[in-house]
DNA sequence: CGATTTTGCGCAAACGTTTGCTCTGTTGTC
DNA sequence: GACAACAGAGCAAACGTTTGCGCAAAATCG
């Protein structure tokens, strides 16, 4: 139904090239004002826009990015998104959406259909630490950027410090005057819940405390999980005084536990979670936690990739940005 | 990079259409067993897929949708497109995601960009009333439907009944006792806001209450704009000692001016939202809210749009699901 | 055993662009 | 005035598929 390059060339009265190098303002074109003027004009009035299957199977580009995502209902990843989706848009480039659930099969599946050259590069968040997804993207010449994931050095990669990160929450309770600290920790598989644990031991060496295992648990990553997770944490003969929790949700359920069992927060039970998403400021008390800018990330990654995709594959660029304590209830009654 | 299917041709010995006929599983092929099994086989181990564009080119459909979003960063938006994004991929769909921050322009570039043909269809969930965006869709004959957006009736619909949802949630109010109730209204551009203002008015019509344009203020549709419409209904002689809220996100604009204003939830302002986002549970108190099952939607719509798709446009489908009543402490005092 | 059907596959055009090259006529140079 | 140079635009191949049609050879039938 959209009108064709032959069309408007045979309108026009020139032939079909000589339309597309005008449409394409192409450098090397020789062609007199009359006749640009006419065929420009001509473009206007019919609205004609270069038919992307066409244009994209004889340039083998599409302008279309993919971006995995475990699940776009987690608004850390939705941020991630509209972050990528801005940057793009600038350079003229539209965004896939995939949430793989976490399941590296349909991440895998995702990718192959993704991969059929519709897509120009992909932004991944979704990679855990074992994922030979990644690998692929390598072997097959992909341009990709991992976020908030880590890799080796082979790749590009944007994320926090996370085990910095950690550190800070868990100075800040250790501050706070608080000695037995339990970790709810995400799943080793993940690269940000390996660093972040890690992180939290540090700052308990660091003060002289010797970790105790049993505060350690691992919760799956949503509110459910947490819950759970918290419960057994209280069930201790020496429950913790405070939790670092890996993220966000995970410190939701750990509010949910301590409403259950009955503690009050945080003077039962001080809390920490990790993301700062924006329910973590509406909670009461309000959650402290560490900051990520994750729209940021986003911008950051498309950017990076664009830049990949033109310049070849150099030196891979590594983006760390600062994570940063934001203090509020949870740990400080003082707050709300 | 990828293998092509003159090249899988050329090492199996047959003819590219042959090989095409194979992958296809073409209905009327005739092929022997033998020249089957050695190029499924080949096929298999070269790992070939179809390069996406020149299908795409050849059979005139990407099996790409389009949602189009106000912003995804809303979890109510999130949701419609993981929905979509969930019965799109069942069918072997996937799906480009674009916010328009509510700007009709930047809308209509996108439709623009994504119309040249790499879309099959699109959801829009971000269409105002007055929208042309709409319109264009039809005219250009690109299967659409709506979310949450009235059209006439000329276009596929799935959302719910506002008016109602309004009216259950300002008799709710009623049945508590209240009289001089709010409502914190959204911008006439948008359908759902005004039925949800239509239901507010009804309801207190059907109790004999005559509306007082006083109570009755605009808001935009984020939190700040919400703050600041629930500060000058608090400013009033005699306020009010309920709100009824365009949406949730507005509604925690008022926990905030009450707040600020030193005004107890229910007990001196009572509050309703719309929507049920995860937020409206977390609140302290709990938002007392209408469900609305976004992600739903998001299913309904694709499998509509994908029905559409295949049918060729017949008399549109509007599909309404029925609103649903959530009620918590912000206008319960007896519930958290 | 010759005619007819069926089996198995190849041929080539088409989808809508892009782009290196060719070709004609006009202008400029000596 | 002969020749080179250049402006202006057309030609055709190519990108990787799909698909209606054609055509041999093998199989079936009377």
Wanted: charge should be positive; proline fraction near 5%.
């Amino acid at each position: 139904m959209p009108i064709t390059l032959k069309e408007l060339a045979a309108k026009s009265g020139v032939h079909p090239s000589t339309v597309s190098r005008i449409v394409n303002d192409d450098p090397q074109l020789r062609v007199s004002a009359a006749t640009r003027a006419r065929v420009k004009e001509l473009v206007k009035k019919t609205g004609y826009r270069p038919d992307g299957m066409a244009r994209g199977l004889k340039l083998r580009q599409s302008f279309v990015l993919g971006v995995l995502v475990p699940d776009v209902l987690n608004p850390l990843f939705a941020a991630i998104f509209r972050g990528v989706e801005d940057a793009a848009l600038e350079e003229g480039y539209t965004v896939i959406l995939s949430s793989t659930d976490g399941h590296e099969d349909r991440e895998r599946d995702i990718m192959l259909t993704l991969q059929s050259r519709m897509i120009d590069g992909m932004v991944v968040a979704s990679a855990s630490l074992r994922d030979s997804s990644v690998r692929w993207l390598r072997e097959n010449g992909i341009p990709h950027v991992l976020v908030n994931r880590y890799s080796d050095q082979k790749d590009y990669f944007v994320g926090t410090d996370d085990r910095l990160g950690a550190r800070l929450a868990t100075e800040h309770l250790l501050a706070l005057g608080h000695r037995r600290i339990a970790h709810l920790a995400g799943s080793p598989r993940y690269s940000t819940a390996v660093n972040r644990r890690r992180g939290y031991e540090e700052a308990l060496k660091a003060a002289g405390i010797e970790a105790d295992p049993a505060l350690i648990v691992e919760t799956s990553l949503v509110a459910g999980g947490g819950v759970l997770a918290t419960h057994r944490l209280l069930e201790l003969r020496k429950r913790p005084t405070a939790v670092v929790a890996v993220n966000d949700v995970a410190a939701v359920g750990a509010y949910d536990a301590a409403e259950q069992t009955g503690l009050r927060i945080p003077a039962d039970l001080a809390i920490t979670g990790y993301n700062d998403i924006p329910l973590a400021a509406r909670l009461r008390p309000g959650l402290t936690t560490i900051h990520v800018p994750a729209q940021e990330f986003g911008r950051a990654a498309a950017r990076m990739l664009l830049e990949q995709m033109v310049a070849g594959r150099h030196e891979p660029k590594r983006v760390v940005l600062p994570p940063e304590l934001i203090v509020r209830g949870s740990t400080d009654p003082g707050r709300t």
